[in-house]
C-alpha cells in the first residue's frame, strides 16, 4: 500500500468511511500501521494537522484496529499499540516539538489507558457542550409519543442523571464496556459539522442516532454492573424504552432520507 493510502482518512467523510471497513479492510489497515515507522502516517493525517484531526483519526483507527473488535488477531495489539505511541506524542505540544526535531517519540505505557483518557475528555467534553441536539431530539419524540411526558426540565434532569451516573466513580470503572460507544458519538458529533444546515433529514437522522447512542450506554452500563446501580429503575425503564423509539425513528428518517436523495438525482436539469 502507498503512503497517500494509509493517508486517506484526513477529512471527516473519509473518516467515517474508515469506521465501516469490513475484516479484510482492516486487517490490511493493521498491515500498514506495522510497516509504518513515521507517527503521522500512523494516525493517516498529514505533519500539519491540527490537534483535533490528529485525536480524530486517533479514534477512528482505535475504533478499527482495537484488539476488541479484531480477537485473536495478536497484530491487531501491536497496531493499537503504535496508534496510541502517535497519538501521545503529536497531541502534546511539547513532545510532537520534539519528534518534528529530533524524531523523539513517548513510549506508550499502556495503550487502553490511552484510550480511555482521550474518551474521557470527548464524554466531559460532550457532555459540558450545547445539549441542542438531543434536547431537539427528545421533544421530537415526546410529540410523537406522548405517554412519555418528557418536558424540557425534565430532560434536562435526564442529562443531569446521566452525566453523574457516568462520571462518577463507577462511570471511569465501566467506561471500558462502553468505548465503542463514545467514540461513535464523537464521530458522528465530525459528521454532523461537515453537514450543510440545509441537509435537514441528514441533520434529523445523526442528531436521533446520537441521541439513540449517547442514551444507550447508561443503559449498558448498568447492565453490566455486578455491585451497584448506574441509574435508577425508573430511569433504567425510561431510556430503555426511549432508545426503542430512538432505534426506529432512525430507521425511518433514514428511509426518508436517502428517498429524497434518490429524487434529487432523477430530477431533469433546467435547460
Not at 484531526?53 to 479514534?59: C, D, M, N, T
Not at 467534553?125 to 445539549?131: A, I, L, N, S, T
Amino acid at each position: 500500500m502507498t503512503t497517500a493510502h494509509i493517508h486517506s482518512d484526513n477529512s471527516s467523510s473519509a473518516s467515517a468511511h474508515k469506521s465501516k471497513l469490513s475484516r479484510r479492510e482492516a486487517l490490511r489497515l493493521v498491515e500498514e500501521i506495522l510497516a509504518e515507522s513515521n507517527l503521522y502516517t500512523i494516525l493517516g493525517v498529514v505533519n500539519t494537522a491540527s490537534t483535533e484531526e490528529i485525536r480524530r483519526a486517533y479514534i477512528s483507527r482505535s475504533r478499527i484496529c482495537h484488539p476488541d473488535k479484531l480477537p485473536g488477531i495478536s497484530k491487531a495489539t501491536e497496531a493499537f499499540q503504535k496508534i496510541s505511541t502517535a497519538y501521545e506524542t503529536l497531541s502534546n505540544s511539547n513532545s510532537r516539538r520534539s519528534y518534528d526535531q529530533n524524531g523523539t517519540k513517548i513510549n506508550s505505557l499502556s495503550s487502553d489507558e490511552t484510550l480511555i483518557s482521550a474518551l474521557l475528555q470527548i464524554f466531559n467534553e460532550f457532555m459540558d457542550g450545547d445539549f441542542e441536539h438531543l434536547l431537539s431530539i427528545v421533544e421530537f419524540i415526546n410529540i410523537q409519543n406522548p405517554d412519555l411526558n418528557i418536558d424540557k426540565e425534565k430532560a434536562n434532569q435526564l442529562f443531569a442523571q446521566v452525566r453523574e451516573g457516568f462520571l462518577g466513580d463507577y462511570g471511569c470503572v465501566y467506561l471500558n464496556e462502553v468505548k465503542f460507544e463514545v467514540m461513535k458519538i464523537y464521530e458522528i458529533q465530525s459528521e454532523l459539522r461537515t453537514l450543510s444546515y440545509f441537509d435537514v433529514f441528514g441533520r434529523l437522522r445523526l442528531s436521533i442516532q446520537l441521541s439513540r447512542i449517547f442514551f444507550s450506554i447508561p443503559v449498558k452500563m448498568n447492565n453490566v454492573a455486578a455491585d451497584k446501580q448506574i441509574v435508577n429503575n425508573q430511569l433504567f425503564r425510561l431510556l430503555s424504552e426511549l432508545t426503542g423509539l430512538l432505534e426506529f425513528s432512525e430507521h425511518t428518517v433514514g428511509k426518508v432520507d436517502t428517498w429524497v436523495a434518490n429524487c434529487w438525482r432523477t430530477l431533469p436539469l433546467s435547460s
